[in-house]
C-alpha cells in the first residue's frame, strides 16, 4: 500500500503568520483530501485536492484561509493562513490509495500538529 | 459535517475481553469502513464492509452492518494492550468524499 510522509509533524507559531504542510505520496494518486481533527474529536473534511484543477472546499473552509496546491500526482501543500489559537489542531493529509467497486480506501500521513500561541 | 455517531465514545475493557463498538449514520451508503487511529497518529484502514453484505471477518475484528437500522458494529475479539486506538467508522458522500464519525477510544489494560 502507498506511503504518504508529511511533515511538519508538529510546530508551535504566531498568530497571525502562515505555515505550509507538506504531504508526498511515494505512488500516484488521483484525489488528495486534507482533514483538521481538533483534539480529542473526529475528522472535518476541509477539502479535496485534484491534480490540475481547483481543491474544492467544504463548508467553512475558503480559500483564502487555506489555500491548497496540487502540482502533481504525489503531492501537494496545505497553507494555514493568518493563524488565530482556534486553528489549533491535527492537520491530515490522505489520499485515495484502494477502490474496489466504487469503495474509496484512504491512506493517511502521520498528521501535523499544530499550536497556535 | 459527521456523518456518523457513534457509541460508546469511550471504552475501558480488560486485556482479553471483547471490545464492541457502534456506528449509526444518516444517509443511503453503498460501503461503510472502520479506521483505527493510534495516539498522535494518522488513520489506518481496517475493513470495509459492503452495503450487500452483512458481516464480516479479519483477523480478530468482526463488523456487521444493519442497512435498515443504517448501523454498523466493530467486534475486536480477544483485546490487546496494542489495540488501545481511537475507532472510527468512516462513509461516503458524494461520491468520492469520506466522512467520518465521531469515533470510540477503546483503552485495552493489560
Known amino acids: 500500500s502507498a506511503v504518504i510522509s508529511q511533515k511538519p509533524s508538529r510546530d508551535i507559531c504566531q498568530r497571525g503568520t502562515s505555515l505550509t504542510i507538506q504531504c508526498q505520496v511515494d505512488?500516484?494518486?488521483?484525489?488528495m483530501f486534507w482533514y483538521r481533527q481538533q483534539p480529542g474529536q473526529s475528522l472535518t473534511l476541509i477539502a479535496t485536492?485534484?491534480?490540475?484543477?481547483?481543491?474544492?472546499?467544504e463548508s467553512g473552509f475558503v480559500i483564502d484561509k487555506f489555500p491548497i496546491s496540487r502540482p502533481n500526482l504525489t503531492f501537494s501543500t496545505l497553507t494555514v493562513s493568518n493563524m488565530s489559537p482556534e486553528d489549533s489542531s491535527i492537520y491530515l493529509c490522505?489520499?485515495?490509495?484502494?477502490?474496489?467497486?466504487?469503495?474509496?480506501?484512504?491512506?493517511f500521513g502521520a498528521g501535523s500538529r499544530l499550536t497556535v500561541l | 459535517s459527521q456523518q456518523g455517531e457513534e457509541d460508546p465514545q469511550a471504552l475501558s475493557i480488560q486485556e482479553g475481553e471483547n471490545a464492541t463498538m457502534n456506528c449509526s449514520y444518516k444517509?443511503?451508503?453503498?460501503?461503510l469502513q472502520w479506521y483505527r487511529q493510534n495516539s498522535g497518529r494518522g488513520l489506518v484502514h481496517l475493513i470495509l464492509?459492503?452495503?450487500?453484505?452483512r458481516e464480516k471477518h479479519s483477523g480478530r475484528l468482526r463488523v456487521t452492518l444493519d442497512t435498515s437500522k443504517k448501523s454498523s458494529s466493530l467486534l475486536i475479539t480477544a483485546s490487546r494492550a496494542a489495540d488501545t486506538a481511537s475507532y472510527f467508522c468512516?462513509?461516503?458522500?458524494?461520491?468520492?468524499?469520506?466522512?467520518f464519525g465521531a469515533g470510540t477510544r477503546l483503552f485495552v489494560k493489560a
Open positions: 490522505s489520499a485515495e490509495t484502494g477502490v474496489a467497486s466504487g469503495a474509496n480506501v484512504l491512506t
Open positions: 505512488s500516484q494518486v488521483t484525489m
Open positions: 485536492a485534484n491534480q490540475g484543477s481547483e481543491a474544492t472546499y
Open positions: 444517509t443511503s451508503i453503498n460501503n
Open positions: 464492509i459492503r452495503s450487500n453484505e
Open positions: 468512516a462513509t461516503p458522500r458524494g461520491g468520492f468524499k469520506t466522512i
